[in-house]
Each structure stands twice: as structure tokens, then as C-alpha cells.
């Protein structure tokens, strides 16, 4: 069974930075499509971004294009999402999640999630 662990979240001041990390375990990374999405109070969860298998190609949600940047080391298994230029709203919690096929941007193409890790932007 895919299990996918998040980190790095926190309370940050406009403007500044943040890497999240996402560890996956229990199959082989490298065969999963893997994204970024948040989900502020209130609100449905949100597209961030994807990569594809081989990290060769990624794909941004338009609020956050030019500001983040999603990556992926295959040979530690883990995921991440550097976040630059925060904002408020930004403000969210953060999740990772694993598919089985590359170009998805809804909640509804990926199979596994993790637990979540909060990012706080203060104004």
C-alpha cells in the first residue's frame, strides 16, 4: 500500500519561503504521477502542480505559476514543492498525491493521498 508523508509546513511572513517534502513508501515511486494540491478553510481543494514519472515535464495551477516549483528525487522517493514569494493566500494545508497517469490536474486522477501539512502566510 502507498503511503505518502508530508513535511515542512509552517508559519512564514509574506514574501518568504518554504520547501515542502513528501515521502513515499510502499511501492515504486518512479511508476507514479505525483501532485501538489491545497485546500484552504472554506474552499475546495485546489490544483497546485504535477510531474510526471521521469521529472522531465511539470505543469502549474495558475496562482502559483512562477512562484513554486514542484520536483522529485527518484532515488529517495520523495517529492517536494518550493514555495517562493508567499502570500496570504497561500495560506492552506498542503498535500501530496500519487497517480498512475501523468497530465492530471483533478482530485479525482490521483488514487493516493497524504495527511496533510499546514502553510501559514502572515501578513
Known amino acids: 500500500q502507498v503511503q505518502l508523508v508530508e513535511s515542512g509546513g509552517g508559519l512564514v511572513q509574506v514574501g518568504g519561503s518554504l520547501r515542502l517534502s513528501c515521502a513515499f513508501s510502499?511501492?515504486?515511486?518512479?511508476?507514479?504521477?505525483m501532485a501538489w494540491f491545497r485546500q484552504a478553510p472554506g474552499k475546495e481543494r485546489e490544483f497546485v502542480a504535477r510531474?510526471?514519472?521521469?521529472?522531465?515535464?511539470?505543469y502549474y495551477g495558475d496562482s502559483v505559476k512562477g512562484r513554486f516549483t514542484i520536483s522529485r528525487d527518484n532515488a529517495k522517493n520523495t517529492l517536494y514543492l518550493q514555495m517562493n514569494s508567499l502570500k496570504p493566500e497561500d495560506t492552506a494545508v498542503y498535500y501530496c498525491?500519487?497517480?498512475?497517469?501523468?497530465?492530471?490536474?483533478?482530485?479525482?486522477?490521483?488514487?493516493?493521498w497524504g495527511q496533510g501539512t499546514q502553510v501559514s502566510v502572515s501578513s
Open positions: 510502499g511501492r515504486t515511486f518512479s511508476n507514479y504521477a
Open positions: 498525491a500519487a497517480g498512475f497517469r501523468s497530465g492530471e490536474t483533478t482530485t479525482d486522477g490521483y488514487h493516493y
Open positions: 510531474i510526471n514519472r521521469n521529472n522531465a515535464f511539470s
